[in-house]
């Protein structure tokens, strides 16, 4: 699809009831471009030797232009393994896949995505990945308090503050229990960043931020709207910051979370695969689901490809 316009785009969400999909319904519908949605746990993958075929309720999903990824839903790693095959079969079969797998999978591994940041310039807080209890603890002690993260996960899950004495104290039993309970074997530790009392959305596409938020928590420590964050107007200045990151994990189409420490430098804390915009909505007078429909449609010069790094 290279150099030429969307026709049809499939959006890809495992819930039946997506507002996303209903707005980009509409927005594509509007411009011109046919807008399926493709229920994963509804496609089938037939193979055999030398021939193979996705379907999704009877419709061929490799005469799609493109394919929108807005969520893979489900937590099972089974159920994640199947969703990534599909997207990588239709991309194998010249299907775009916005984000593409590869850079799906850089995001949704914490430790990956961290790294991608490092390794491009992209300021992040100090961090710490490993398997060692004794090394998660150690860094704990000498950068308390700290803040830690499951390797894989999303909507804030997870994310918790160690702040209190007790904590430190017993250590080496918070971190088991941390581990116990979110089942990743693994543990990525970062400083606590000391914010002005909130943190950055920018919603990025095809190395354009389209819309920004301020999101203020409302129970403590995790900002994340899901888990009752607060959204409001955004004053700052992120566009270089949430394009270079987006760059790093060559996203098309990604939420990167900005934290501004006490003398105003900005830090990368991660980047999200499959963002959605309803706070990001609230808080700007634009049409997010139009302005992602007429980016990937090509109406605004763009096209359907793989943008330069």
Known sequence: MNGTALSSIGLFSSDPLSPRCALLERAFSDIGVRAVRVLPWKVRTLGATGAMSLTADGADLTALDAVLVLDLGGHDIGTFFSRVAVLSALQELGVTVINSVR?????????????????HGVPVPKTLITESIEAAAEFVRENHPAVIKPITGFGGAGVHLIAREFDLENILDYLKFHSFVTGKGAFLLQEYVKSPG??????????????????VSTTGFVTNIHAGGIARRNNIDVTDIAIRASRAVRGRFVGVDIIPNQSGDLLVLEVNATPGWAGLQSVTQKDIAAEIAQLFSGTQGLSVHSPRQ
């Open 198 to 215: 909130f943190d950055i959305r920018a919603l990025v596409v095809d190395g354009e931020v389209i819309a920004t938020m301020q999101r």
């Open 103 to 119: 850079s799906i999978l850089w995001m949704r591994n914490k430790a990956e995505c961290i790294r991608r940041l490092i390794a």
